[in-house]
């Protein structure tokens, strides 16, 4: 790889090179330009054509709109629309952008800078994604910067950092004062500062800033800046025999020579030889630490070789993504009668409406029925994206597309590293040994760079998972597909067994058709449902712990059997509350509204918030009280008190706290499926997809803390995670029914009886019912803003001054301003204001007065410091 280095000076500030980047296909280096060559090119490219070309790029920042640079003549023929250029951004910064258009236009209001280069060959952005990105900043009123920092993986983007050098003159009779003497010794023996260990030296930021503007006035030092891409290509070195040696008669006549005099040369080359396939149609390049181990000679033999000019070392960028085309493809695949009549009717529908959703109840073959579909898009040559809601679906999933499709399939989600991500984006860009024809993603694969997709798939529709929260672009993955579908004519299936309200209603309105699988795949009964009173049993003293005796028993049950069993609890850590039992003190976080976590394996206090840790506290602080007593229960005391009833048994745990290793995730599904594992304790990470044959039983704790809940949608998504966790059990027809074991204090509450009675379709019925009587979605669509700020009084008047002007023209359609169930986070008081705009309404002119009210809003002094959110069709 090539390394380019050199200095450019742009605005008085000195910027060093030294950029690394490639990518699988091409190599790449940055050409310097100085500012003579820049004022040259630019005088150049007026003389000769008359008209200097300018560029509007997006940088990866939140600012609103583009930004016009000039094009200085040595890089006007390497530009395209999609292509990266290094730019400089405010006083010190570059920024890696993206170009959004070439035109001759020069900026009104201010003077274009000069590009400082081109860091591509080819656009990275391709022209469906121009359009996407530019449609998501519209609608969910972002900024394109925003929605580029989000869609981009970070290996694109470029590390920027302020250095400071000692300038190269006598400065021994210069009056200095003591910080400056100190700066300057310290340029003596490190050569360069950046700014953090600046301001170490010093004290201080403040002072240090001012200390570098008195110094560069005196031109004792000079500041620069240093860019280093962040993605780093991985190489390999490969041995292959010299041309000059590739003739049948030259080589035998080498081997001659060496035979007496070198053996372990010529076995070296005869394994060479033998790895290489040499003189084949399709010779295969050989590894040099794997021909080594295999030849078992040392490396001096090599080099002997290499130095004689009879083998070449070559280096080559090999991939981090795993090599899946040794996997055996699979084509057996056979559908029941019913999965037939669906793959028909979803032919059917997408060609008459090219969006479908796929009502089947879970473990009903929906994969199987995808698989088939997919065959078929990529019998056509084109692509298939397949949208899962988080990485715990994908394990699975992988490996079950991998034995159909091989190295067709590739998945992308938040657990690869940058690198990885650039490299899987380059191979799409660029198909070459690598031809991806399916990627498995969560809801950033949005963003991929595709050629000609055919089918998007977002299998559980309905997982809140799909909604970005934070940051910006706040996007619903699952309603954003329609629109890239649109672009690329493409067709999209939606699954889920127990789908949304939205595809539900669309499917009333026939903007989209509805295909049901009714039965479970193989005529598996679905499971028995029991629904167990745990305030009787509390009475009555038969509890023990948070255990009922029914849930107790059908555990014994399923252990005794060989079965395994899963417990749902969708809190994670000890116990959520600690209480003082004299003043009912409680711990709380000090930056959030919010009581602290006890975590038993660290032995801490945890805010689910802020992150922030606190140590236990002996006693009361508000009264000295010693009887302090732990409240309620998380999956962490789940698994330590499942462990005394059932000591024999071996217990693990899925939450957010033994998942966050990159492979911890996939390891613990190897144990739960090779059965090292008989009680998987879980939050709703439990509830997704998985496919387990061996669990014959599943518990829910706690149902009423699924039901209770201060949204419109509470009762959806408690039904949605209950039928879903409970899907997990009798999965096989050998292994007999199903069992789920529902724990509540209310057992004849309408939301359980539908779950035990499998009566989807009658809750929400009764559900679309009252969202259309008092105006929710899917009937009015919502936009929530929320202005966040440390100071309290400023948030009061603050969100009552925009609610008042929004109010002029939206009137009775906001609510608010109010604060939210968790008020403070992070030190930061929040406070909402919702929105509900009619479906007849035209919502974009909608949105663009409430951007121009906002836009006002944050210019105004005395509001400036308020953080804005705006978030549209919130989850």
Not at 32 to 51: A, K, P, Q
Not at 275 to 292: A, C, H, N, Y
Not at 805 to 817: D, H, K, Q, T
Request: aromatic share 8%; charged share 25%; with cysteine.
């Amino acid at each position: 790889m090539k390394l380019n280095s050199g200095t450019c000076s742009v605005g008085g500030i000195a910027f060093i090179y030294q950029l690394r980047f490639s990518t699988q296909s091409i190599q790449q280096s940055f050409r310097i330009c100085t500012l003579f060559e820049l004022r040259m090119s630019s005088s150049e490219s007026i003389e000769n054509t008359g008209l200097a070309i300018f560029l509007d790029v997006i940088v990866p920042l939140y600012v609103p709109g583009t930004f016009t640079y000039r094009v200085p003549k040595v890089l006007e023929s390497n530009l395209q629309v999609g292509r990266r250029v290094l730019v400089q951004f405010g006083k010190r910064k570059l920024q890696a952008a993206i170009i959004e258009a070439i035109h001759h236009d020069p900026p009104k209001n201010y003077e274009a800078k000069y590009i400082l280069d081109v860091l591509d060959d080819g656009p990275i952005i391709l022209s469906q994604q121009m359009a996407f990105w530019k449609w998501m900043s519209g609608y969910y009123m972002c900024h394109l910067g925003e929605v580029m920092s989000a869609a981009l993986p970070g290996g694109y983007r470029l590390n920027s950092e302020t250095l400071i050098t000692p300038y190269d003159q006598d400065h021994s009779d210069m009056a200095l004062s003591m910080e400056e003497h100190l700066v300057l010794e310290q340029l003596q023996s490190r050569e360069r500062l950046n700014m953090d260990e600046l301001q170490a030296l010093v004290g201080s930021e403040s002072k240090a800033y001012r200390l570098v503007k008195a110094m560069m006035a005196k031109r004792l030092i000079v500041m620069q800046e240093e860019v280093k891409a962040r993605y780093r290509p991985i190489y390999e070195t490969y041995i292959e025999l010299d041309p000059e040696w590739r003739d049948e008669p030259v080589l035998n006549e080498l081997f001659v020579q060496l035979e007496s005099k070198a053996p372990k040369q010529v076995n070296l080359l005869l394994k060479l030889i033998e790895m290489s396939r040499f003189g084949r149609d399709v010779e295969i390049p050989v590894m040099k630490k794997t021909l080594l181990e295999k030849s078992e000679v040392s490396s001096a033999v090599l080099r002997s070789l290499v130095d004689k000019g009879v083998l070449l070392e070559v280096k080559s960028e090999v991939g981090r993504i795993k090599d899946a085309s040794q996997i055996f493809k699979s084509s057996d695949l056979v559908l029941s009668t019913e999965q037939e009549t669906a793959l028909n009717e979803i032919r059917q529908g997408l060609h008459t409406k090219g969006r479908v959703l796929l009502h089947g109840v879970t473990s009903s073959g929906k994969t199987e029925v995808y698989i088939s579909l997919i065959r078929e898009y990529l019998a056509k040559g084109q692509q298939v994206l397949y949208l899962v809601p988080e990485i715990a679906l994908t394990t699975q999933l992988i490996q079950r597309l991998q034995k159909h499709f091989g190295e067709e399939v590739v998945v992308y989600h938040s657990q690869h590293s940058q690198s990885e991500r650039v490299e899987i984006w380059e191979n799409l860009i660029n198909p070459g040994i690598h031809d991806h024809r399916i990627v498995v993603g969560a809801r950033s694969a949005l963003f991929l760079p595709f050629h000609d997709l055919g089918l998007i798939i977002v299998d559980e529709e309905h997982d809140s998972s799909f909604k970005q929260y934070d940051p910006a672009p706040r996007y619903q993955a699952r309603d954003a597909c329609f629109i890239l579908a649109d672009l690329y004519k493409a067709q999209v299936v939606l699954g889920s067994a127990t789908p949304g309200a939205e595809s539900l209603q669309a499917c009333k309105d026939v903007r989209m058709v509805k295909v049901d699988l009714s039965n479970r795949y193989g005529d598996i009964l679905m499971p028995e449902m029991q629904v167990v009173d745990i305030k009787r049993e509390y009475k009555r003293k038969t509890m023990t712990s948070h255990f009922s005796s029914v849930l107790i028993a059908e555990m014994k049950e399923s252990l005794d059997n060989g079965k395994q069993v899963i417990l749902f609890q969708n809190r994670r850590g000890y116990n959520p509350l600690w209480q003082c039992l004299n003043c009912a003190w409680k711990p709380e976080c000090n930056r959030c509204d919010v009581t602290l976590t006890y975590h038993r394996a660290i032995h801490k206090l945890k805010c689910h918030y802020c992150g922030s840790v606190h140590e236990p506290p002996m006693h009361c602080p508000a009264c000295g009280s010693k009887d302090l007593k732990m409240v309620g229960y998380g999956t962490e005391k789940i698994e330590a008190e499942i462990g005394e009833v059932f000591p024999n048994a071996k217990v693990a745990r899925m939450d957010l706290d033994t998942t966050r290793g990159k492979n911890a995730l996939s390891k613990l599904f190897h144990d739960f499926e090779q059965r090292k594992v008989d009680i998987l304790v879980g939050t709703q990470m439990v509830t997704k997809g998985l496919d387990f044959t061996n669990v014959s039983l599943v518990g829910i704790m706690n149902a009423d803390q699924l039901i209770n809940h201060s949204d419109f949608r509470a009762y959806e998504r408690a039904y949605q995670m209950m039928t879903q966790v409970a899907g997990r059990a009798g999965r096989d027809a050998k292994g007999g029914r199903g069992r789920v074991v529902i724990q509540t204090m209310d057992p004849e509450h309408w939301v359980i009886r539908n779950v035990v009675e499998h009566s989807y379709d009658r809750l929400m019925e009764k559900e679309l019912k009252e969202r259309q009587q008092f105006d929710y979605p899917p009937f009015t669509r919502l936009i929530r803003i929320t202005l966040r700020h440390k100071n309290q009084n400023l948030i009061d008047h603050a969100s009552q001054t925009l609610t008042d002007r929004l109010r002029l023209f939206l009137g009775s359609r906001i609510l608010g301003p109010q604060y939210p169930f968790v008020a403070r986070v992070k030190d930061q008081y929040r406070k909402e204001l919702l929105i509900k705009i009619e479906r007849k309404a035209s919502i974009t002119k909608t949105k663009a007065k409430i951007q121009q009210t906002l836009d006002q809003f944050g210019t105004e002094k005395e509001f400036k410091s308020i953080r804005v959110i705006v978030d549209v069709d919130p989850q």
